[in-house]
């Protein structure tokens, strides 16, 4: 059943973002549209239909570009808002 | 620490922002392929990077999000360059020293000879500088395996040799031949006889009979060691006698000396020349026109070193001394004090195989000199080997 899950191609998935995590130091949100907030304990991606909310103490953003950002600092809590 | 290093190739500038809404400067410049690291936010905004290039396009997006923007500071290349613009002789010294540097990489400034045991590395050197391999010499003009096959063809004791240009230094490596020992290929019989008069102390005989003994007299020309042996059957065979015959030999040697000597003697005075040697080439640096009548000479070559290794240029210095000519009177001990000398010299180079056991020695005085007499007793091998022919 999970490997039928693994397959699922990424059209079906309608775009969502590919997130990549090193531990709970750094982040990179592939597919994100902009940020919403920026703050040193969170920072709100929008990522097509679904926000992504990251809390946490010392973050900040390490690189912003189109279609990619990247987080660092202590991570404490990831949000999928709607 | 690549994106590090192209960052600071390319330039980039770091700047804080003041306004209410960063987070729309930041999805603006994103839009338009604007790329900003290490943002950090602040209380007035945030602060972050940008490359040099794109710096004057966040302005249009600054305004549109109605913030501020102020650079704090500004690092790479190209602001250093742009520092030094106006300043011509800055890229034309480093286009001379770029050109200087690869200029002198054309030629060897050094040469290193390792591997050498018995072979004298000086006689090497002179033989690598007929072969072209030399301080100064252009590399790609030097043929290293002509260099290689002439050394092997001018030195036996070589084996193996290589010539490697690294950069501007030659190694040469050697490893030398394991000598093949003498073989005895004179298949006619001989005699041992005495080279000397003496008294037999110890005798070894490898090959034929032993005509004398321990304690014998012997005059030189006496047979010691017979190459006719008889055989069990009672007939005659002839061989290669060998042996070591040592024997108690009693040599006179005489030295005299004059009671007034004659010698040179280095005075303070001194007249120098200096010379600067680069890549072969030498150059003079300072002149001086003091000459003596008498003068001896002393040469000091001072390379300069790097690491170890003496580079190719540095001050020859050439030393011209006044000698003055000196007599003394020798006094009997002064006289003596020689004459041990010369008589130490006289026994490691004269009787360097053997071993003294005995010596006497008077000291005469005449008018004009001292005379030095000593009786050496010397054990030494006197064998002497003396082909002989057999007819039928």
Known sequence: MAKEKARIPRMEMGFAPLIDMVGNRQVTVEGSTGILLYESENIKVSAGRMILSFGGRGLRLRCISGSCVEISGFISKIEFLT | MLVTFIRLLKGYVRFRTSGKSPERFMNLCAQRGIILWNAQPTAQGLEACVSAKDYRQIRPSARKAKIKTKMLKKRGIPFVTAKYKGRIGIPIGMALGIALLILLSQFIWTIDVVGLKTVSEQRLLDLLVESGVKAGAYKYHV?????????????????????????????????????????????????????????????????????????????????????????????????????????????????????????????ENKSERRRIHFLGAQFPCSLSFRTFENTAYTQADDSFTLNGVALPFGIVTETAWELSDESVTLSREQAQSIFDTSSLLYEIFEHGGGKRTGKQFKIEETDSSYIYRINYVFNENIAESVDFNVEE
């Open chain 2, 143 to 267: 043929d290293t395996g002509q260099a290689r096959r002439d050394i092997l063809l001018e030195v036996d004791e070589i084996g193996w040799l290589s010539v490697n240009i690294t950069g501007s230094h030659a190694n040469v490596e050697v490893k030398e031949k394991t000598q093949k020992p003498p073989l005895e290929d004179n298949p006619s019989p001989c005699n041992i006889k005495a080279a000397k008069d003496g008294v037999i102390t110890k005798i070894t005989a490898g090959e034929g009979m032993a005509q004398v003994q321990k304690g014998s007299g012997v005059a030189k020309g006496d047979l010691l060691i017979s190459g006719v042996n008889l055989t069990a059957q009672n007939t005659v065979r002839y061989v290669r006698a060998k042996g070591e015959v040592w024997a108690d030999i009693i040599s006179e040697k005489v030295l005299s000396i004059d009671k007034q000597l004659h010698y040179n003697s280095i005075l």
